[in-house]
């Protein structure tokens, strides 16, 4: 009688502490590294690891710029990040990474990007370091945004694609270990 007292005691605090950490349970977001894949998948589309011009405005043009003005805001980019579950909040955070100026009449052209052609690793650590200055910035948020509990609980540590950017191993030594 003991023992199952303090066994149902220990899983009632068990889901308790769970409920109330893990902010991704309920949102159906799977996996961070799942939507990460998608971003790169929509700005890589010929998949030869180099991110051009063309193929950023083919994905703004498709997946942000719903009213085919010519411009992203930021609730456009909100919404397109949304779509692939991402946290409003690293959305927001990976625009103002971008320097642009949210306030603006046309924060982001679809033409931005025009002319040039960024390595998939650099394009890769840029969005992970937006996410761990977001995150790091406000450690709340660990326990209030999916992407930053998966940051910390799954993706640089335990994914074995994820974790050999040097973005996420600079997280690993640095936040997680050091
Ligand atoms: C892209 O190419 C890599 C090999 O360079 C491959 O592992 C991966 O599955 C490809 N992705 C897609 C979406 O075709
Ligand atoms: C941002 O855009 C607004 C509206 O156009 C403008 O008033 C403001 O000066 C801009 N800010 C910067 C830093 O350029
Ligand atoms: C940090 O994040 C929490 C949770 O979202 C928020 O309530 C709080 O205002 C944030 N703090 C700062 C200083 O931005």
């Not at 690293?90 to 103002?96: E, G, N």
């Not at 394009?123 to 945004?145: H, M, P, R, W």
Request: proline content about 2%; charged content about 15%; aromatic content about 10%.
């Amino acid at each position: 009688m003991y023992s199952f007292v303090v066994f149902a005691a220990c899983a009632m605090l068990s889901a308790f502490v769970q409920g109330q950490t893990n902010p991704c349970a309920g949102t159906e977001s799977g996996r961070l590294s799942s939507r990460l894949l998608q971003n790169i998948r929509n700005n890589d589309a010929n998949n030869d690891s180099f991110i051009t011009g063309d193929e950023i405005k083919a994905d703004l043009v498709q997946h942000y710029d719903k009213n085919a003005d010519g411009c992203v805001t930021l609730q456009e980019w909100v919404d397109a990040w949304a779509s692939v579950k991402f946290s409003n909040e690293y959305a927001t955070a990976r625009l103002l990474d971008l320097n642009v100026n949210v306030t603006s009449p046309c924060p982001l052209s679809v033409n931005q990007f025009q002319g040039v052609s960024i390595p998939l690793v650099g394009f890769i650590n840029a969005n992970l370091d937006s996410l761990i200055k977001l995150c790091e910035g406000n450690q709340t948020l660990y326990n209030t945004v999916c992407d930053c509990y998966q940051l910390k609980h799954q993706l640089c540590n335990l994914d074995a694609y994820f974790q050999n950017f040097a973005s996420c191993q600079k997280y690993v030594s640095s936040v997680l270990v050091g």
